[in-house]
């Protein structure tokens, strides 16, 4: 598999990322950020400081070692709006090339709109409202319609943009972004979208929602926020001096808390003139787009979440193409079923053998914290809720247990009982069977005249004992149906 890797050259940071691979839902196996500050004191001087392009070049050549080193000849340098909009830009790029050996691309703030919308379409495919990606230096906006990117636009109001070389707030910069968000005239019959934010400092106002309102999951990608909660909790923040700021200090970097009530300023005249609906949070941003563009088309087409689920299937189960075979042969029990709930259920099926590797006491534990801390994409919140679940209970976990109590707050009462329905299904399978196709041929179910049926073939009746007898009369009860086990 050739790696890639991208280099993203920010008014704040410079970060190399490599990926495994240019498949559709890759693993990250480096990840490093440093923190060099181009586009600080821009609006005073026009200029980047010498001090921090000198950091730039000195990681720069640290990257670009570390590519060889890793073996990655797949990868892309990207600089944004520091050294865009910087008088000496054109000539520290030129620097990049000449003493890092790096070919770097300046993009421009529409073409970093559209890359980050490819970003959060890299993770969230049916993603549909108004992508905002609020950097150091700059803002940038992009609709987001039927797996596409639409208008883009570009804003210099990052909230690094108005700190002088000394950390203070310097200008008017409230009354620069209320100009800028303004000027913005996109049509109104767009309202009541989804709003989804890419950016460090909008990640940090998720995490102090998610403590405040003691949240199940500290996952800040695809949390949600509803309008009334993110306006209140943008204004409240955009108001507040550092020192109060001082509480969030254990969750949130005293670098970050400096631009926090600005950045949440921007948030919060976004959603009131695009009059968006709820906000939802993005952890996916420039890099997965640029990623997402360098896929082949059939590769994009892929869905990502099931696409993720093959992969760890391959790596860590014993039966890894068994998930489709094992979807097909519980479908009787789900017909007429969404698209949702299928998706769902078919991503359960293919992680139903992945927690054999663990104490068997412990399985059931460890499918649940995997699903819930792992990087599935293309999944809510609630989606990877009932997901562990779904498998917390094919490996012999209940419901109502210590391990699930949050995980249950975040899905209603239908969800749970589909959970289980699910997990039981899975679970009566994958002993039937052995995980083989063979096995699945041996028997069949059927909900028929009020009853549910395991229907055995003759020759294959001594696969049935007491355990599959116990697993289908379970499975049974899930649904409020008799149990009958035929011999055919």
């Known amino acids: 598999m050739e790696k890639f890797a991208v280099i993203d050259i920010g008014s704040n940071t410079v970060r190399l990322v490599v990926y495994e691979s240019m498949r559709r839902a890759p693993y ?13 004191g821009l609006s005073e001087t026009g200029m980047m400081q010498d001090k921090a392009m000198d950091r730039v070049i000195e990681n720069l050549n640290r990257f670009h070692l570390m590519l060889g080193k890793m073996d990655v000849r797949n990868y892309r340098v990207v600089a944004t709006s520091a050294v865009r909009e910087a008088k000496n830009g054109p000539d520290f790029a030129e620097r990049i090339r000449r003493e890092c050996k790096l070919d770097v691309a300046v993009i421009s703030g529409e073409d970093e709109a559209r890359l980050s919308g490819l970003g959060v379409l890299c993770a969230l495919p049916r993603a549909r409202g108004i992508m905002g990606d609020l950097g150091g230096g700059s803002l940038e906006l992009a609709r987001l319609t039927d797996g596409d990117v639409a208008e883009k636009v570009s804003f210099a109001i990052g909230p690094l943009k108005y700190q002088s070389l000394d950390g203070q707030t310097i200008s008017s910069p409230k009354a620069d972004i209320d100009r800028a968000i303004a000027s913005l005239d996109w049509k109104s019959e767009h309202k009541n979208e989804n709003f989804y934010a890419v950016g460090g400092s909008w990640r940090a106002l998720a995490k102090i929602h998610i403590m405040e309102k003691g949240y199940a999951l500290n996952n800040v990608h695809h949390y949600t926020i509803d309008r009334d909660d993110a306006l209140e909790l943008t204004q409240r923040i955009s108001g507040m001096h550092y020192v109060e700021l001082n509480r969030y200090c254990v969750h949130i970097s005293s670098r970050r808390l400096k631009v926090l009530p600005l950045s949440a300023y921007i948030l ?20 997965e787009g640029l990623l997402y563009e360098g896929m082949t088309p059939d590769v994009r087409q892929q869905d990502p979440l099931i696409a993720a689920c093959h992969d760890i299937a391959t790596n860590t189960g014993r039966f890894s193409e068994h998930g489709q075979r094992v979807q097909k042969w519980i479908d009787p029990l789900f017909p007429e079923e969404d698209f949702e709930p299928n998706r769902l259920r078919l991503a359960a099926a293919i992680l139903s053998d992945v927690g054999w590797r663990g104490h068997p006491e412990y399985q059931a534990e460890k499918v649940l914290y995997e699903v819930l801390h792992g990087r599935l994409l293309g999944l809510a919140h609630r989606g990877a809720a009932f997901l562990g679940l779904a498998l917390y209970i094919c490996y012999g976990g209940k419901t109502g247990e210590k391990e699930t109590a949050k995980v249950e707050t975040l899905l209603k009462a239908p969800d749970i009982l589909y959970a289980n329905q699910v997990g039981l299904a899975l679970r009566l399978a994958q002993r039937i ?41 379970k499975l049974a009860r899930q649904f409020n149906l008799e149990e009958d086990v035929r011999i055919i």
Do not use: H, P
């Open 28 to 40: 990250v196996i480096f990840n490093e950020k440093i923190l060099c500050g181009l586009g600080r």
């Open 433 to 473: 069977s052995g995980g083989t196709e063979k096995g699945l041929k041996s028997a069949s179910l059927e909900i028929k005249d009020g009853k549910m049926l395991l229907n055995v073939r003759a020759q294959d009746k001594a696969l049935v004992n007491e355990v599959v007898i116990k697993r289908f009369t």
């Open 268 to 287: 919060n005249r976004l959603i009131k003139k695009l009059q968006s609906r709820r906000l939802v949070i993005s952890g996916y941003g420039l890099r």
